[in-house]
């Protein structure tokens, strides 16, 4: 599986999903992070795990 959603009303712009994603997966668009190359994703889940608000869903494979 991969990364599944960001869920807008939580993220807070942050961006260390994107500095966690190693693969380039998500992008900063309009200070929201969002799935840009979904095609990219390795499901490592660092992304959910440094997310401090929680704001992001990868489905396990
Ligand atoms: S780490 Fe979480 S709160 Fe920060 S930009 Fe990414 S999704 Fe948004
Ligand atoms: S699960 Fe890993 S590869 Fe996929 S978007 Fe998150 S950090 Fe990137």
Redesign the pocket.
Known sequence: M??EKVYEERCIGCGV?VQ????D??AMKGGKAE?VHPQ?????????IDCPRSA?L?MPP
């Open positions: 991969t990364v999903c966690s994603c190693m693969c997966v998500l799935i990219d994703c390795m499901t490592c889940f660092l992304c959910e992001i990868v």
